[in-house]
Nanobody
Framework: QVQLVESGGGLVQAGGSLRLSCAVS????????MGWFRQVPGKEREFVAS????????DYADSVKGRFTISRDSAKNTVYLQMNSLKPEDTAVYYCAKAGRPWRAVMTLSDGGSWGQGTQVTVSS
């Protein structure tokens, strides 16, 4: 059974940092691209960052480039999102996603095969 469990969200002041974690199980982690998305009430879930199955390539939404870093640890079956210089507009529920097929990146909603339950990030001004 595929499971993705996010953690690390919380309340932080603008300019601060948070690190989100997504611990996964139930599939061969090294075969799947992983990603982070976020959603605010009333809006569609949007892409934040993606990392390939090897970790050799990362992609970011323009809004987070230079501030967020996605990484993965194969020994821990975990993907991370380091968020620095946070802004109030980063406030959202953040979701971890696994690609729907092996050897594929996940950069759009349709690419996502499995999702975590989400973790709330709130940035105060």
């Amino acid at each position: 059974q595929v499971q993705l469990v996010e953690s690390g969200g919380g309340l932080v002041q603008a300019g601060g940092s948070l690190r989100l974690s997504c611990a996964v199980s139930g599939f061969t982690f090294n075969n799947y691209g992983m990603g982070w998305f976020r959603q605010v009430p009333g809006k569609e879930r949007e892409f934040v960052a993606s990392i390939t199955w090897t970790g050799g390539r990362t992609d970011y939404a323009d809004s987070v480039k230079g501030r967020f870093t996605i990484s993965r640890d194969s020994a821990k079956n975990t993907v991370y999102l380091q968020m620095n210089s946070l802004k109030p507009e980063d406030t959202a529920v953040y979701y971890c996603a696994k690609a729907g097929r092996p050897w594929r990146a996940v950069m759009t909603l349709s690419d996502g095969g499995s999702w975590g339950q989400g973790t709330q990030v709130t940035v105060s001004s």
